[in-house]
């Protein structure tokens, strides 16, 4: 006597309907991805377009990246001395000019460090307080780019240099 899990891997049409179910989930997914997606465009001149935040700002990485389509911006943390913060900005692309400074000041032009326009370095008052906010606005071939991020990102920190500083003070 045959059991039900036998009779059922030896039917063809379930063994049929096993192989043919993931091939169809597979080009159904991918089908309705095409379908709802929005096509990219490009940038226009004279338009305004925010960058997505990445999660590393929001930790103690000591740096942060920025992103919309090409356009790939990356903050660096060059650490507080005197109240002043340095940051530096890298981009994968040359940039026109690029404004930055904290939700509370007026925000601050940065100096191009070299001639093709990917760096820029700026040195800013150095927050008060834990939850202030860096705004950052770039401008590239007439397009304007802008974000908002927490000021989180601006201290490296980690579990290892934590756990190092309270080994060197005992």
Known sequence: MMSTITRLLTNKHVVIAMLVAPVLAVIAYFAVDASVSEAPKAA?????????????????????????????????????????????????????????????????????????????????????TNDAQIRVAVSMAGSHYFAQTPATFIEHKTFYTEHQQAQDAS
């Open 44 to 128: 226009q001149p004279g338009k305004s377009y925010p960058l997505a935040v990445r999660s590393n700002c929001r930790y103690t990485s000591g740096f942060c990246q920025l992103e919309n389509g090409d356009m790939k911006l990356k903050l660096e943390s060059q650490g507080s001395e005197d109240n002043q913060l340095t940051l530096r900005l890298i981009s994968e692309l040359p940039l026109e000019g690029v404004r930055i400074g904290l939700a509370q000041t007026s925000p601050q032009a940065m100096q191009a460090t070299g001639n093709k326009g990917t760096h820029w370095l700026v040195s800013l008052p150095a927050p008060k």
